[in-house]
């Protein structure tokens, strides 16, 4: 009879071949993965949903510019638009399936002042229904350092708010004028220095960045990237899970980072954006998603593998060629 023993070379030989059939199988079902999510969002692109994200994208991103600067607003020019009856009105009918609104959409609706989200539903609804084909988002204006003029400005308006202001008392009215009296003079008198001899030193712009956060700007094809590659890798389901409600947040949270950095930048140094928005922070995100990912494979999948005890093998025992990750579903 022909000898069956499997020797080490055998052993070795069948292990390879299945750990390049598991190689193969990753990436097949990364790919595939990858594939259907990248499409499924690029037809969701004009969809209410992903405008709902991309709002609480810029949302985010205002409240990590606050901690920063001098002022941020959201979608700040809602004055524009006709009345909020009207807007509320139109965008019920949106949502609801009909082309206008109804005179009882009308009369239900709230004559206050639009929040930044209807704002953004509104102009979001009106541009998918125009024939212009350009990019539209929410609208984020930063301010990270008003200049000496703009906080004059802004010092004075407030002064006469505070003079026309009858609600408070007269004592407390005029302490509250001094005080803001006491701060404008040195700076009416240095803006005044500054435009009779105008120099480099003396010179304080306002620092601002105005930009709109596109579908690009949620890093959504990152995030179906790693998904991708965490779902394909072969080991068990929670796992698996574990990485995606851990990881995908976190991508969230860089790109909210991103969008920070990227609006101080184009700010402070508008012909640095374009470098930072193009080419350097698109290579820290990739690498970022890679670390990330490694780190689960080590330390999530890796790590709790090699502790689980091995069967026919001591304490200080190895297997000779432990192969790839176990293949748990």
Request: net charge negative; with cysteine.
């Amino acid at each position: 009879m022909p000898d069956t023993t499997e020797t080490p070379e055998t052993q070795s030989s069948g292990a390879s071949r299945g750990s390049g059939r598991s190689t193969f199988v990753f990436v097949g079902l990364f790919v595939v993965i990858v594939m259907v999510l990248l499409t499924g969002y690029r037809y969701s692109v004009h969809t209410r949903a992903n405008d709902w994200y991309l709002f609480q994208v810029a949302k985010h991103t205002t409240w990590a510019l606050a901690l920063l600067g001098d002022q941020v607003s959201l979608e700040n020019d809602r004055a524009r638009f006709p009345n909020p009856r009207q807007v509320r009105s139109e965008i019920r009918a949106h949502d609801d399936g009909r082309e206008s609104p109804t005179p009882e959409d009308y009369l239900a609706a709230s004559d206050d002042p639009l929040t930044p989200w209807e704002a953004w539903s509104y102009r979001a609804i009106t541009t998918r229904a125009s024939d212009v084909d350009h990019e539209y988002g929410p609208r984020v204006e930063f301010v990270l350092r008003r200049g000496l003029a703009a906080r004059v400005r802004d010092l004075e308006v407030e002064l006469n708010d505070l003079r026309e202001n009858n609600t408070l008392e007269p004592s407390e009215r005029a302490v509250a004028m001094e005080k803001l009296i006491r701060e404008l003079r040195p700076m009416r008198e240095r803006l005044n220095q500054v435009r009779k001899a105008p120099t480099e030193e003396d010179d304080d712009p306002t620092y601002n960045f105005h930009f709109i956060v596109v579908s690009e700007c949620g890093a959504i094809e990152v995030m179906a990237i790693f998904f991708a590659a965490v779902v394909a890798f072969p080991t068990r389901w929670w796992k698996r899970l574990l990485g995606i409600l851990v990881g995908v947040p976190v991508m969230y949270l860089v790109n909210i980072l991103r969008l920070t950095c990227l609006a101080v930048i184009g700010a402070y140094n508008p012909e640095m954006f374009r470098f930072a928005h193009e080419y350097l922070w698109q290579a820290v995100y990739i690498i970022f998603v890679v670390v990330v990912w490694m780190l689960w494979v080590e330390y999530v999948v890796r790590d709790r593998d090699a502790a689980a005890p091995s069967d026919g093998n001591g304490p200080d025992e190895q297997p000779e060629n432990p192969g790839p990750v176990e293949d748990g579903s």
